[in-house]
């Protein structure tokens, strides 16, 4: 009991609910979740500067970049590094590996954004974030989170995955099964009644079942 008193358990942010605010320093001046209203945002934290598979990591989510402006998804990065040690990592970065990182780096110290999103693990580390993921739609609402642990790079054509799907279920009103990329048959939401059950079969849709039909969008 004493052990839980010391190390109270984190609230974590919830799906489908409001993204927690913050107004933070980054590489980039100060940042607040509103800047981001109207776009998409993937905000991830990384255990620490100047660590190596963090490094892959950064230069992976400066590569998909483009392709994230494309789909209007904004890069948020954060550690409980300074940011003056995120500076002079990203510098770093571009000079041994020849790549710009173009997207701003919250500098945590106090741990106010990771402790507010639940990004803090103390069975891996007291002193690191974990690698989390968090992506947020355009209206301030957490839509998906990912957590790895600190050994596991994070996978870039997932995120991407993901954010694809996200937006085609939001724009269509449908679900997407797993392994989904752009182009395949996405699911009909399934019937709510016994009759709609029966008329479904009728609607001209691939299905396998009356509860399992899929279309091509």
């Given amino acids: 009991m004493e052990n839980l008193l010391n190390n109270p358990m984190q609230a974590l942010p919830r799906l489908g609910e409001k993204a927690p605010e913050f107004n933070s320093l980054t ?7 509103e800047d981001y209203k109207g776009s998409w945002l993937i905000l991830f934290s990384h255990p620490a500067d100047f660590t190596p598979v963090c490094t892959t990591e950064f230069v992976a989510f400066a590569e998909i970049f483009d392709e994230l402006k494309k789909r209007n998804v904004e890069l948020l990065g954060l550690s409980i590094d300074s940011v003056f040690s995120h500076i ?4 770093n ?8 990182i173009p997207f701003p780096i919250i500098a945590d110290l106090n741990k106010e954004v990771a402790t507010a999103y639940g990004m803090l693990m103390p069975g891996e580390s007291n002193t690191e974030t974990s690698r989390c993921v968090f992506v947020i739609d355009p209206e301030g609402i957490v839509r998906a989170m990912i ?3 600190m050994s596991t790079g994070r996978n870039m054509s997932e995120l991407l995955r ?8 939001d724009t269509y ?5 797993a392994n989904w990329q752009i182009g395949d048959e996405v699911i009909v939401p399934p019937p709510k009644t016994q009759e ?6 009728k609607q001209g849709y691939n299905c396998i079942d009356w509860y399992l039909c899929k279309k091509k969008i």
Avoid: C, F
Avoid at 27 to 33: A, D, N, V, W
Avoid at 162 to 169: E, P
């Fill in 27 to 33: 590489t980039h001046g100060m940042i607040k979740l």
């Fill in 88 to 91: 002079a990592w990203v510098r």
């Fill in 93 to 100: 970065i571009e000079e041994k590996l020849n790549v710009k």
């Fill in 147 to 149: 957590y790895y642990p």
């Fill in 162 to 169: 993901l954010i694809d799907s996200l937006q085609t279920v």
């Fill in 173 to 177: 009103k449908i679900a997407t099964p």
């Fill in 196 to 201: 709609l059950a029966e008329e479904r079969l």
